[in-house]
């Protein structure tokens, strides 16, 4: 983090708005964007001990570059506020560079990775599809089921990784974090987080024994909708080392250019996701007493049935929310087509409202039989709360609710 800067005493507020700094050793205010392919050495003795790791410096930017650096130290210090000592981060190319580059150097054929059911899809195909052609085993269970962990853990043999997402896309359902810490601890494995929806803003899961926190800094991390990146972050340097090994040979580091606007969008990530989390409470209640709509899903709302667990270990509720309507597949397209304020896309995370209708969209190669077994109704809206007035969005969402 930023020079004399105390992260553990500081707010986050100031540690975003500060933290990386250091890594500027032009003194510049705003970090300049390194776009360059190669760096030049003062000396063959210069050069060797940079390649030794006897002294800092930089070689290539397909290993590393200021900018990738100095954002990864940004986000390894919030979601690490409160730890002793402070994380090690890696910046990747997106958010599945970033999974990619944790899991792959994690197993073996003969490895199991456990994960639950839903989690994103392309985590979940390479899980599932990818590494089981290499050998790996993939075994999921019910992610708010803590018993069903056990079973699945008491029932597998070499489970090297539980994999975990919380809340989970789109139906917001939570994990019990310190929970899955635990039994993943007990049979020996390492949990590994997708903390995207959350945030170290609401969720810090490093702090609850989690050993790595992956994020898509495409979405609230960056905010503006113009970056695709992800970002590692552990508090465990051979971990570090081993997935430093990992992106060198696989070549999903970032861009400098992405590195830059990320760290650009981190330093106002907690006044975006206040903003964020006070809209999306208000449109969830908004939502929760409409005629059209029969279930609301958001952890801020008493009637959520994980509310108690967000309380516990989240500190606010977040922006992202779903909603089923009345009306089935027929009401959630023509909600779709009725929107003006409110942005029609996939992704999240970004200043606007965004909204999607996963069984049109996202979801609509599953059949209906499978996209019920996973929570996703016919009718499910998925909400991205964006930081607009409001009133505005409320309005918008009236006029294609009730026209």
Not at 5 to 15: E, I, P, S, W
Request: aromatic share 8%; with cysteine.
């Amino acid at each position: 983090m930023a020079k004399n800067l105390d992260g553990q005493k500081a707010g986050f507020g100031t540690v975003a708005t500060h933290a990386g700094k250091e890594v500027n050793e032009t003194h510049a205010h705003v970090q300049p964007i390194y776009q360059s392919s190669t760096y030049w050495f003062d000396s063959v003795e210069s050069g060797q001990a940079i390649w030794k790791e006897e002294r800092d410096g930089y070689i290539y930017g397909r290993l590393s570059n200021p900018n990738t650096d100095a954002t990864a130290a940004a986000i390894a210090a919030l979601e690490g506020k409160n730890l002793t000592q402070p994380p090690y981060g890696l910046m990747c190319g997106s958010g599945m560079a970033a999974i990619s580059t944790v899991i792959l150097p994690m197993v073996n054929a003969g490895d199991t990775i456990v994960s639950q059911q839903a989690i994103y899809g392309y985590s979940y195909n390479l899980f599932a599809y990818h590494l089981k052609e290499k050998g790996v085993r993939h075994v999921v269970f019910d992610g708010p089921n803590l018993a069903d962990l056990e079973r699945v853990l008491s029932e597998t043999e070499n489970v090297k990784v539980v994999y975990i997402e919380t809340p989970v896309n789109p139906t917001m359902a939570l994990t019990d974090i310190r929970g899955v810490v635990e039994r993943a601890q007990a049979v020996g494995a390492r949990v590994v987080i997708d903390n995207t929806f959350a945030t170290p803003y609401l969720q810090r899961p490093l702090e609850m024994g989690v050993d790595v926190s992956i994020h898509s800094t495409t979405k609230y991390l960056s905010g503006h909708g113009q970056v695709v990146g992800g970002a590692i972050i552990t508090p465990y340097e051979d971990v570090y080392r081993l997935f430093t090994t990992a992106l060198f040979h696989y070549g999903g580091v970032a861009g400098p250019m992405d590195a830059w606007l990320t760290l650009l969008g981190l330093r106002t990530l907690h006044v975006r996701m206040e903003r964020h989390c006070e809209n999306a409470m208000v449109v969830a209640e908004f939502l929760e007493s409409h005629p059209a709509v029969k279930r609301v899903y958001y952890p801020g709302l008493e009637s959520f049935g994980q509310h108690e667990l967000a309380q516990q270990q989240m500190d606010d509720f977040g922006a992202m929310l779903s909603f089923e309507l009345q009306g089935g597949y027929a009401a959630g397209a023509r909600l779709m087509n009725r929107v003006q304020l409110c942005e029609l896309a996939v992704s999240l995370g970004t200043v606007d409202t965004l909204i999607q209708h996963p069984a049109s969209m996202t979801h609509f190669r599953l059949s209906p039989e499978d996209r019920a077994m996973m929570g996703i109704g016919e009718g499910l809206v998925r909400l991205s709360v964006g930081i607009e007035d409001v009133q505005d969005i409320i309005a918008d969402l009236e006029q294609g609710l009730t026209g």
